[in-house]
T-cell receptor
């Protein structure tokens, strides 16, 4: 059974700092790996989706990488801003494309 | 498009009562998902539909939970009778993907926060 783990559970950084959020998964037979953002009291917003054949995806200040062999993905946030404060969740989609398994998230706080 | 719409946003009820959560997916999306989020277990898939047909309900915790999708624009998740341990945030999501796999990005609604006293 796929398990997705995110470390750390919480992270506080000053504005402007570059940071990395980590995600690990136990079963490397995935279809894709997705990163979501969740703001308090809100639903999830998709940030980046990496297909299993890809190594990374970029959107603005965000860069997500995928290493299937080691069961790891990272989300890199450059020049962090207070508006980046939120909970970030990663999720793996199994090869059958039938189940999206989420980690419990990393709650990020960026102070000005 | 207004996105995925869920109602109510908050629900407080007493143990034993029936609870019905509602979801309107994004028009044209053919997959609909119900998730539950708690501090202890995180975000868990309860059930999903493809073209209004339930495909996988293995995540539904007990027979007290049931879900329906009578048409492409409406789904309900019902809990009867409700228990305090059902307290959680329930999310509905939809995605667009023809075929057998829901591999496209899922769009989430704002959630319904359920509190069972």
């Amino acid at each position: 059974k796929q398990e997705v783990t995110q470390i750390p559970a919480a992270l506080s950084v000053p504005e402007g700092e570059n940071l990395v959020l980590n995600c690990s998964f136990t079963d490397s037979a995935i279809y894709n790996l997705q990163w979501f953002r969740q703001d308090p009291g809100k639903g999830l917003t998709s940030l980046l989706l990496i297909q299993s054949s890809q190594r990374e995806q970029t959107s603005g200040r965000l860069n997500a990488s995928l290493d299937k062999s080691s069961g790891r993905s990272t989300l890199y946030i450059a020049a962090s801003q207070p508006g980046d404060s939120a909970t970030y969740l990663c999720a793996s989609l199994n090869q059958a494309g039938t189940a999206l398994i989420f980690g419990k998230g990393t709650t990020l706080s960026v102070s000005s | 498009d207004a996105g995925v719409i869920q109602s109510p946003r908050h629900e407080v009820t007493e143990m034993g009562q029936e609870v019905t959560l509602r979801c309107k997916p994004i028009s044209g999306h053919d997959y609909l998902f119900w998730y539950r989020q708690t501090m202890m277990r995180g975000l868990e898939l309860l059930i999903y539909f493809n073209n209004n047909v339930p495909i996988d309900d293995s995540g539904m915790p007990e027979d007290r939970f049931s879900a329906k999708m009578p048409n492409a624009s409406f789904s309900t998740l019902k809990i009867q009778p409700s228990e305090p341990r059902d307290s959680a945030v329930y999310f509905c999501a939809s995605s667009l993907r023809g075929g057998q796999r829901h591999t496209d990005t899922q769009y989430f609604g704002p959630g319904t926060r359920l509190t069972v006293l």
